[in-house]
């Protein structure tokens, strides 16, 4: 059974043609993935699932079809759109799934993340972080008419937009020490994430001398970038990687 995992598509109503690429994507993969994992940023903006953007439309009813034809999908909101609930989770038939969700891949126990809490060496965005997930405030934000959620949502993506100016690339990566706690911790072989931008399998080095790795999806700009795991082996597909694609046999 292949599995699918993308992540930081960034969908936007103002490009119309990157929810088209996402809608072609995904409806080829009906008839050849078991599964769809989606790991965050699936849109670049949102304000709360009973604000959808009419724009969304088509891409909202390609994943229905995708369930309706027996695909499972799981979704995990990101740092852009983590106001996505259980209430669009339903209407596409799919599951929420939290940062952390664990599973096995070709008998290896594996690890999903959207990736921000692993860029701990970035001590601002971490307490921000803390702050837009934190529940109560959550439900205040939901109660607030739309336009003030999105003068809100602006000023966020402005301050965080002049935030990132001052930033190194490195502090903005994840931090190497605490990919391998995380790890270790939750005793997987495989970390799969997105967040950084930055498509690569990195072979982990652990402790217990186990041969670990860190696969991270890429995000989407003008080309698909994506994860395809079976029992034989997971291969990465993205248009900066060597050759357009990086692959992994299990151990």
Known sequence: MTKLFISDLHLNPA???LTALACHFLQQQADTVSDVFIL?????TWLGDDLVPDEFADFIETLRSLTQAGVKLYLMVGNRDFMLGKRFADSVNATLIQDGYQLELAGQPALLLH?????IDDVGYQRY???VNNRFLQW???KLPARFRQ???DKI???SQQKKQYKSSQIMDVNQAEVEKIM????VKLLIHGHTHRPAIHQVSLTNNSDAYRIVLGDWEDKVSYLLVDDQQLTLHDHRLNHQQQSLRFF
Do not use: T, Y
């Open 15 to 17: 490009r119309p043609e």
């Open 151 to 153: 003068k809100i949502s």
């Open 140 to 142: 205040c934000f939901l």
């Open 115 to 119: 990736g921000d809490s692993l860029c």
């Open 40 to 44: 965050g940023d699936i849109f670049n």
């Open 157 to 159: 993506k402005q301050q």
């Open 184 to 187: 270790l911790e939750n005793n």
């Open 129 to 131: 972080r803390r702050v």
